[in-house]
Structures are given as structure tokens and as C-alpha cells.
Antibody, heavy 123, light 107 residues
Framework: QITLKESGPTLVKPTQSLTLTCTFS??????????VGWIRQPPGKALEWLALIHWDDEKRYSPSLKDRLTITKDTSRNQVVLTMTNMDPVDTATYYC???????????????WGQGTLVSVSS | DIQMTQSPSSLSASVGDRVTITCRASQDINTCLAWFQQKPGKAPKILIYAASLLYSGVPSRFSGSASGTDFTLTISSLQPEDYATYYCQQCSAYPLTFGGGTKVDIK
């Protein structure tokens, strides 16, 4: 059974940094078909992809947020950490982590998601 | 960036109706597209991958198709549990991008 769970602060102040941890079970970065991504969703709005990291440590970032994001993984602890600097009220959103899995020759897809964590940015 | 334009943004339908949602990519993405269902307060769930392949455990009333850069999600007979918001997402190129969503509510 694959599960993912996000953890981190629910409230951060403007200009502060946000660190979110995704702790997962049921899969491992030892598989060459696995990655973990972060996606966020402002209240009432659409999904926005932020970053992802693959089994081989390949990292990808949203160009619009690239300068503010860092994604790392801890294979032994089954965790992925996302850091976002210089937080602003517009960054208020539910942040999800999701497993990205290579479906044979069909490409990579987010097939399992965490429950999400709502992060508010306010002074 | 590849833009994913979903339409309509919302629709009202009755139980038993056939529902069609469209997603248009701004450039060729082959068939690297997924459809997700999201209910209020919940995480998205994958329904379709590779544009037309039904994900394991998803009811067969859901189907996907592709024609060039146009992609369609069809619900053949809408059920009460299908009232939700649906998103498409392209996986062909970075940055990964989602459509704006289609909210399906009760008529």
C-alpha cells in the first residue's frame, strides 16, 4: 500500500522560508521508475506543479519559482523535502506531494497523492 | 510552457447524463496526458493516463481520447459520486502543466 503524507508549518510569515517534508511508504527510490513531486493549489484555484525529484536525483523545477525552490530526498528515510524561500501571501495554498511513476512506455504520472497540507502566509 | 486549456470551466448535469470535458494543448504533447478527479477537501485522483488508458480501479464509465492536441474525458453515465472537479495534466515537457479545471455539479 502506497501512502504519502506532507508535514510542515501551517502558518509562515511573509519573507520567511517554508520547509515541507513528504514522508512516504510502499515504494522506494531504489526503483528506477519512481519520483516524487510537489504540487500546490491556492484556495478555490487550479493545481500548479512546483518541483520533482527522481530516483536518480534528477531535479526539475517550475521556471516561475525556480529561484525560490529546493527539493531534496533522503532515500534511507523515505522522505522528500521541499524548501521555498521568501514566502508571500500569494503562496497561501494546499501543498501536495505525489508519487510520480513510470507507466511502462507511456510516460510518468502522478498516481498517488498525499492528503495535502494547507499553508497560510500572513503576518 | 505548454498551456492546457480546459473547457468548459463548469457544467451542470443530471445523474445518468453523458458528460464530456475537453482539454486542448498549446503544442504537440503526443499522448502524454492524465486526467484527475478532485473532490472538495481531497487530493486529486488519477483516472486516465496516456490520454486513453484507464487507471487501475477506475470505473469503466470513464474514458479518454485524443485527436491531435485535443483531449477528451467522457463520463458515459454520470453517477452521484462523480460530482467533482476534473483536471488534465500534460507530462510531455517541463514545466508540467495542468488545465484550469472543470467543475461538474448537479443539475
Amino acid at each position: 500500500q502506497i501512502t504519502l503524507k506532507e508535514s510542515g508549518p501551517t502558518l509562515v510569515k511573509p519573507t520567511q522560508s517554508l520547509t515541507l517534508t513528504c514522508t512516504f511508504s510502499g515504494f522506494s527510490f531504489t526503483s528506477k521508475r519512481v519520483g516524487v513531486g510537489w504540487i500546490r493549489q491556492p484556495p478555490g484555484k487550479a493545481l500548479e506543479w512546483l518541483a520533482l525529484i527522481h530516483w536518480d536525483d534528477e531535479k526539475r523545477y517550475s521556471p516561475s519559482l525556480k529561484d525560490r525552490l529546493t527539493i531534496t530526498k533522503d532515500t534511507s528515510r523515505n522522505q522528500v523535502v521541499l524548501t521555498m524561500t521568501n514566502m508571500d501571501p500569494v503562496d497561501t495554498a494546499t501543498y501536495y506531494c505525489a508519487q510520480r511513476y513510470k507507466e511502462g512506455t507511456y510516460g510518468w504520472y502522478f498516481d498517488y497523492w498525499g492528503q495535502g497540507t494547507l499553508v497560510s502566509v500572513s503576518s | 510552457d505548454i498551456q492546457m486549456t480546459q473547457s468548459p470551466s463548469s457544467l451542470s448535469a443530471s445523474v445518468g447524463d453523458r458528460v464530456t470535458i475537453t482539454c486542448r494543448a498549446s503544442q504537440d504533447i503526443n499522448t502524454c496526458l492524465a486526467w484527475f478527479q478532485q473532490k472538495p477537501g481531497k487530493a486529486p485522483k488519477i483516472l486516465i493516463y496516456a490520454a486513453s488508458l484507464l487507471y487501475s480501479g477506475v470505473p469503466s464509465r470513464f474514458s479518454g481520447s485524443a485527436s491531435g492536441t485535443d483531449f477528451t474525458l467522457t463520463i458515459s453515465s454520470l453517477q452521484p459520486e462523480d460530482y467533482a472537479t476534473y483536471y488534465c495534466q500534460q507530462c510531455s515537457a517541463y514545466p508540467l502543466t495542468f488545465g484550469g479545471g472543470t467543475k461538474v455539479d448537479i443539475k
